[in-house]
């Protein structure tokens, strides 16, 4: 069962919340803890300078990371998970019991458990892996009734630093090319001395070394002698190759034949069948002896190449383009040294598991959205990953579903129906004559086609029809790129409601200017994930996306086929008014770890849209909405915005039509920690709005005004709990509003009366999601 966003109303939400802030802080855990032991609670790091001096680096955070145990998951001074344990008992079947115990619960960390020499040692050894050579270290326990705690102080004086990097002795080619890579050194004279650094240096270097051919070189080969008689507590530094490294180290290794298996069992012999073997040129022998494969398309994806320098980046590259065809189970690369011609080389073995050709899907799910329906939906696919032997993937899927208008005083049933294809290929389908660069890494081609019908018991009738083709690719694997030169979306309204026939957004017709439009653009995004590249305690993702429509088809219809505009002095094609727009968005986020099972995560979105030409106003799917649970959690869906805007008429009947913009600001702030391994908690703050470019009689207090909009974002806070499985997580949030820009009240920030039961029910939201906000 696939689930998405999920609103349940008020007052389940408010009774969850006052169980769960009524429950948590009697969770101590200590009144079930047997008499004769004593809990652990913790250790606590003084750091007392003998000299006045400056260290950028957290020495605290780094000596608490050798600490243990750990002790028991805090939340709100309290130890929920090692009470669900101890409450549990010793359970005998696998009931209720025994799932808090073993899912749910922590055993209690006693004091008996902590070793305290042992916490000195490794104390005094990250000090002085630190710089810290000449540090004091001492301890006490703080005992109350039923728990200990710990204290170590640690007397420093400056640490040592860096002091002069010397080269490499020795004339050979290895000991040449280490001493070009160290003119780049991580290693800098007068930093703080620190042997993670030197650890990471041997990396850099060793992987400079696979570049240039040095295939069995390894970071363990290279070591640096310290030498800190030069004084003034500073330290030189000699790198060296260590004595008895294997001879293959040393040499530098050329690409010999290459044998691509396509055809290869896991388990199986490496040989070639001689029969089934294709010579595909110089050193280079292809095998399919199923012949499912063009060998063009494999070979493509293959960057080493005979006679040439064994270089890692090859390496990578080539098992990168293998996995990302997305035909294989199992993508292996095997070296074999040997000689050639009077050098050293490396036969290579490519050794490829196919997976199956063709699968067919069917899912369940719930179906929920932002706008309160829900109900059940099916979706099946048809996919051949194989389609004519270049790893050609298409895929046919249709989709249908009914949902219920939940949670609403209006009523009414939606009915949705869909029909796609999509057909991808590994590599660019360009014009004659066009190249890419060698930088570009898992590039694809993709083209779909679909339809979709949607009815609204309550509203209307609308069909759409949809179509794309564009690439992709990667810079590195941190970063993806995706350019669409065409993107197609016509959508044709049918029946609709009498109530909101003749509605008026932003001075268009609801019908004519909004639904009833041709978009013909194309879409340009870039998106960055660092922790694709190297995850560390900090971490950034940013997606940027630019959408144009309507350029070149308002270019062809005025200056080349001089065609007649309609009446209203827009341009129609197929007696259809195209759209013509500029949309631009910016997602930004940023994760910082804080140790202990915690980080902050923060976000800041910016978005806006621009028609002009052919049209006045965006077309309705392209304006921004704003609020619900994966926006501003504190207000339900599209009962925010635009400006300060506030409906007297209910907004047309409860559409929440109005409630849509040109321009978009929202940022979330949230402090995320661990309950338990599987129960994690949360509390946020969010913050934003929409606006309008223009004026809107139909929406006062709607337009953008630079001088005056700080004041009219709205704000939301409150507190979570998320179910996290790994393959899925369940997020349950409740939150207020801080501030409402319709609410006058005469300040910024609304009265929050938490002990008020109008104010709860009024202002308290409960939100049911699948995954985190961001």
Known sequence: MKLATYKVPLPAGILLAIAWLMLVPACTGLRQLPEDQLLYTGSRIVIEKQEDFADDRDVEAELKKTLRPVPNSIIWKSRPAMWMYLVAGEPRGKGLRHWMRNRLGEAPVLFEEVNTERNMRLLSNRLYNMGYFDAGLDHMADTSRRSVSLEYRVSVLPPYRFGDLHPMPGDGDLSGAVNRELENSLIVPGEPYDLTLLRRERQRIDRALKQQGYF???????????????????????????????????KKYHIGNIYIHADYMAGGPDGLPEADTLLLGEGMYFTDALHHFDAATIVRAVFLKTDSLYDIRDHDRTLNHLISLQTFRFVNLRFTP?????????????????????????ELRGVTKSNHFAGPGLETAFTNNNLFGGAESLKLGINGSYEWLVGHQRRGSAREFGLDASLSWPGFLLPAGWKTSLMVLNPKTTMSLGTNFLTRTDAFRLNTIHARYGYAWNRDPANRLHITPLVLNIFVLG????????????????????FEQFILGGQYSWTHNSRLLSPGTSDWFIHLNLDLSGNMAYLLMRYILFSSPEEEGEYAIFNQRFAQYVKFDADFRHYRQLGSGSKLAARLFLGAGIPYGNSSVLPYAKQFVIGGPISIRAFYPRSLGPGTYSPSDDDAGGYGIHRTGDLKLEGSLEYRFDITSLFKGAVFVDAGNIWRWADDEHVPGGRFDPGHFLGEIAMGAGTGLRIDAGFFVLRFDFAFPLADPANDTGGYFDPVRLFDRTWRRDNLVFNLAVGYLF
């Open 338 to 362: 040997g000689e050639a011609q009077g050098r050293d080389v490396l036969d290579v073995r490519v050794l490829l598991t196919p997976l199956e050709r063709k699968s067919l899907t069917a």
């Open 216 to 250: 069995y070189f390894h970071p363990d080969h290279i070591i640096f002698h310290v030498d800190s008689t030069p004084g003034n507590r500073r330290v030189d530094v000699y790198p060296a190759v260590k004595s008895g490294i294997p001879d293959a180290a040393k």
């Open 495 to 514: 029946d609709v409601d009498e109530t909101i026939e003749g509605v008026r957004i932003g001075g268009s017709l609801l019908r004519k200017d909004l």
